[in-house]
């Protein structure tokens, strides 16, 4: 675009610009001096518009080659770094004549914007290839678990021995742990001499404010009474007072709470927490857990209850379990047993036979209590506790690790 003239006469004095002679040059004088030429600068700017093209392919196709970020980067500076080629082309825009840049401007903008988006493009598959994992994934492998609580070996004895009982027609039963001692004993047919009403033997407590007479009238009225009963009546004349709500000792007294709101049939079981003022030592805790159980319909016989018995222990304990009745004095059933089994489990422990339970045929005196005829009605009801069975299942030798939350014996079971 820049032609060279060259100025000066050599041989004669006198200079010349062109058609203009300046004689007063020296001669022998000359210098070149750069003038715009319309050919020159015509070729220039086809050949700036020409070059966009094949720059801008190049680029392209390198950029697209790189196999990896560092190659990309440096397929970049290549072309689009400060002294990149088609950077170089870029800088060339500002030379072209003033009508020629708008449109040559347009063009190599748009081949730049062509060549960042297939940087772009590339950088982003580059990337991902990057993060995927080198090896290929093999979907055939198992898959990872994630790490599951489970429930506390108590809970789950607890809910097989539920499972059990559901499967013969018995319901779940709950009451309250704080009891007052009607419930647990009264009615119970448990006399005010017997030892588990010694204050070292349950844990008695005063509640801030005891409910009074109208309030406990009041909720004795709710509990449908289908008879009356004497020790009953006496009761309402006179609520019990603070030192007489405790802890209750054992979840028989929910047999109680439950038949003075529902008329027989009664087929119920009844896990809970129980309490005892025992020191606590490899078989004691001051808290433990019980399943209460209590039949009572028409001509209920000690069959019925050797029967289901039979059948839990057998569920709970294996098939080769066996159980056996012992004579024994419960004041809320007559006759009353203890219960043995024997099993793998029991021999395991150098044992023949193992005392699991009490049980016995419901009182007269308890079905009196809470208004049921006993000329009509007939029952069953035992009691055991949960710990000493999950503790011949598994082979614990001592009740506290139960309750010390130490993952490393939970996760065991
Ligand atoms: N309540 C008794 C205890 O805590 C267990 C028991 C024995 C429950 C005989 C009963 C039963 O229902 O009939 O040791």
């Known amino acids: 675009m820049w032609a ?23 001669a022998g004088f000359s210098f070149v001096l750069p003038v715009p030429c319309p050919i020159l600068l015509r070729h220039f700017v086809m050949s700036f518009v020409e070059e966009i093209e094949p720059l801008k392919q190049a680029a392209i ?59 772009a493009k590339r950088k982003a598959d580059l ?14 492998l198992p898959g990872r678990r994630r790490p599951l609580g489970k429930l506390h070996p108590l809970s789950q004895v607890t809910e097989d021995i539920v499972r059990s009982f559901r499967k013969i027609g018995f319901v779940v039963a709950d009451g309250p742990e704080v009891e007052d001692e009607y419930h647990c004993f009264d009615a119970l047919n448990t006399p005010a001499d017997h030892p ?16 009074t007479a109208i309030e406990l009238r009041q909720e004795q ?37 439950v038949m003075e709101k529902q008329k027989p049939p009664v087929r119920i ?20 857990h019980q399943v209460e159980g209590l039949y009572v319909d028409k001509d209920v016989t000690v069959g019925d209850l050797k029967g289901t018995v ?8 294996g098939e080769e379990t066996r159980i056996r009745f012992r004579p024994h004095y ?46 009509v009605w007939t029952g069953w009801a035992f009691g055991f506790g949960i710990e000493r069975i999950a503790m011949i299942r598994y082979g614990i030798n001592d009740i506290r690790l139960f309750y010390e939350n130490d993952v490393r014996f939970l996760r065991q079971f």
């Open 61 to 119: 196709t390198e950029l697209n080659a790189a196999a990896d970020l560092a190659s990309l980067e440096q397929a970049r500076v290549h072309h689009l770094g400060a002294n990149g080629r088609f950077t170089a082309l870029l800088k060339q825009l500002g030379s072209l004549p003033k009508d020629q840049k708008p449109a040559a401007g347009k063009s190599v903008n748009a081949a730049k914007s062509e060549i960042e988006s297939a940087l």
């Open 196 to 211: 588990a009403r010694d204050t070292q033997d349950t844990f008695y407590v005063q509640p801030p404010q005891a409910p």
């Open 127 to 140: 990337e991902l290839q990057a993060s995927l994992p080198k090896e290929p994934t093999d979907f055939t």
């Open 269 to 288: 079981i009844v896990p809970g927490r129980v309490y005892r003022r025992d020191n606590a030592d490899a078989t004691h805790n001051p808290t433990f």
């Open 221 to 257: 009225q709710k509990a449908s009474s289908l008879q009356p009963s004497p020790l009953k009546e006496e009761r309402e004349k006179t609520p019990p007072s603070r030192s007489e709500i405790l802890l209750r000792t054992h979840t028989s007294s929910v047999q109680i709470r």
């Open 330 to 375: 419960f004041s809320y059933t007559e006759p009353s047993f203890e219960i043995d089994f024997s099993s793998p489990l029991t021999r395991k422990m150098g044992k023949e036979w193992l005392e699991i339970a009490g049980c016995g045929m419901v009182h007269p005196k308890v079905f009196e209590n809470v208004g049921y005829d006993p000329e």
């Open 4 to 26: 060279l003239l060259r100025l000066g006469q050599p041989r004669s004095g006198g200079g010349s610009i062109g058609d203009v002679t300046y004689p007063n040059w020296p």
């Open 310 to 317: 039979e059948f839990v222990f057998k569920e709970l304990m």
